[in-house]
Nanobody, 127 residues
Framework: QVQPVESGGGSVQPGGSLTLSCVAS????????MAWFRQAPGRTDREAIG????????SYADSVQGRFIISKDVTKSTLYLQMNSMKPEDTAVYYC????????????????????WGRGTQVTVSA
């Protein structure tokens, strides 16, 4: 059983930066891969914004490409999301997700392809 736990959310001004972390107990690098999703206010769907493969190949949604960086430290079973040049439309609850398999890709793998989810962390971007 994999149990992701996110941290690092908070409030930031437009143009600012924030880094999220996700510690996933039970994560095994050879068997799992990881991704970040977000759910904006008033929406029921979760948008895949960044994913990283077993070999550290990263993929991103167009909405965050060039601004967000996903990375992982397998020795700490931890996934990171560095968010730069943030915009009000980045306001959302951010979720860490883990799936069984070595390949995680945006947009090929949607929310239904991930078996394990954290509870989320709120990120608010406003002046």
């Amino acid at each position: 059983q994999v149990q992701p736990v996110e941290s690092g959310g908070g409030s930031v001004q437009p143009g600012g930066s924030l880094t999220l972390s996700c510690v996933a107990s039970g994560y095994v690098a050879s068997r799992h891969c990881m991704a970040w999703f977000r759910q904006a206010p008033g929406r029921t769907d979760r948008e895949a914004i960044g994913a990283i493969d077993y070999d550290d190949t990263a993929s991103y949604a167009d909405s965050v490409q060039g601004r967000f960086i996903i990375s992982k430290d397998v020795t700490k079973s931890t996934l990171y999301l560095q968010m730069n040049s943030m915009k009000p439309e980045d306001t959302a609850v951010y979720y860490c997700a883990v799936r069984q398999g070595r390949l995680c890709h945006v947009p090929s793998h949607g929310a239904d392809r991930y078996e394990y989810w954290g509870r989320g962390t709120q990120v608010t971007v406003s002046a």
